[in-house]
């Protein structure tokens, strides 16, 4: 298997500003003037995008329980829904049409395969393995997703890292787009799992309600959500990203720390709350399920757009 350089969700930036912002160095008096920041804008390379229909096949290593595989399957079911003209607004789906703005048409996602298994390489994973975990599917039309339990550590997971997405050759020489997320709720749910747990730095507010009552799963499914959209509109590395190729800003990872109106550094913005769980949310799914999901950068504005 050739192996070509992997995209890594660098949900850190946040954790950055907050460690900067004023009053962490008091010995020096600044003055501080209002910045118009320079615009996001994520230039497409001429290169392929994961358009029509895209299938999705799931490798779970670990133990998850059928109540978290359920949250994460809900979650991919509901970005394509069938028999509609166009998505409510405030679901999983509206939030995911924004991709069919890169190069003006859809990319269906439907759930494919799925395997699960039971620590065969042990407890430590490599990126290497990841990739080599990925093969067992299918590589036509397909983003192989590996989602690794909450006791399994993978190479640079929580040091810069809470998802990745690349791209590979499998049989034949075929390349076909993977992508890997991890549970970070026994690791390092301050920097992957938030606004779900505090961060690990800057002001410590009450974190918000996990959605589906899982702070690791809950957590997945917002850097699964940042790896797919990454994975589709970026797979071969000619898509739209923003900086170099190796570490680029893409889709959702251009928007961190966004999922609501008003935010900033330390706060997600203005999410719903559910009456009776008393959970946050601004997307709703299949089977009734609420999600917290990324701001998405809308290539037609160049902003990142919240779906709160």
Not at 95 to 111: D, M
Not at 176 to 190: D, E, I, M, T
Not at 216 to 222: A, C, H, Q, S
Not at 253 to 279: E, N
Request: hydrophobic share 40%.
């Amino acid at each position: 298997m050739v192996a070509n350089v992997r995209f890594v969700t660098i949900t850190f930036s946040l954790f950055v500003l907050l460690a900067i912002l004023p009053g962490s160095f008091s010995a020096i008096p600044r003055k501080l003037a209002l910045v118009k920041p320079e615009p996001i804008v994520l230039k497409y390379h001429k290169g392929e995008l994961l358009k029509g229909n895209t299938t999705v096949n799931l490798l779970w290593y670990g133990k998850f329980t059928p109540s978290q595989r359920a949250i994460v399957v809900d979650f991919l079911k509901s970005l394509s829904p069938t028999g509609r003209r166009g998505p409510p607004p405030q679901t999983v789906a509206s939030w995911w049409s924004t991709t069919q703005k890169y190069l003006g048409s859809p990319s269906t996602i439907a759930v494919g395969k799925q395997v699960s298994l039971n620590y065969p390489l042990g407890k430590e994973l490599k990126d290497s393995q990841i990739q080599a975990l990925t093969s067992k599917f299918s590589h036509v039309n397909t983003v192989n997703l590996v989602l690794t339990a909450s006791d399994v550590a993978v190479e640079d997971f929580c040091m810069n890292s809470c998802g990745t997405h690349g791209w590979t050759r499998g049989r034949k020489a075929q390349k076909y787009a993977y992508a890997w997320v991890g549970n970070a709720v026994s690791q390092c749910p301050g920097e992957c799992a938030w606004p779900f747990h505090r961060p690990i730095v800057g002001p410590q507010t009450p974190p918000l309600v996990a959605p589906n009552g899982d702070v690791g799963i809950d957590g997945l499914v917002i850097n699964l959500a940042t790896v797919l959209a990454g994975a589709v509109t970026n797979p071969f590395d000619g898509g739209y990203f923003q900086g170099p190729p190796t570490a680029p800003l893409e889709a959702v990872s251009a928007c961190t720390g966004i999922f609501g109106s008003g935010a900033y550094p330390g706060f997600p913005g203005t999410v719903l709350v559910d009456k009776t769980t008393g959970a946050s949310y601004n997307a709703r799914g299949a089977n009734g399920r609420e999600y917290l999901l990324p701001a998405m950068w809308d290539p037609k504005t160049s902003t990142c757009k919240p779906l709160a």
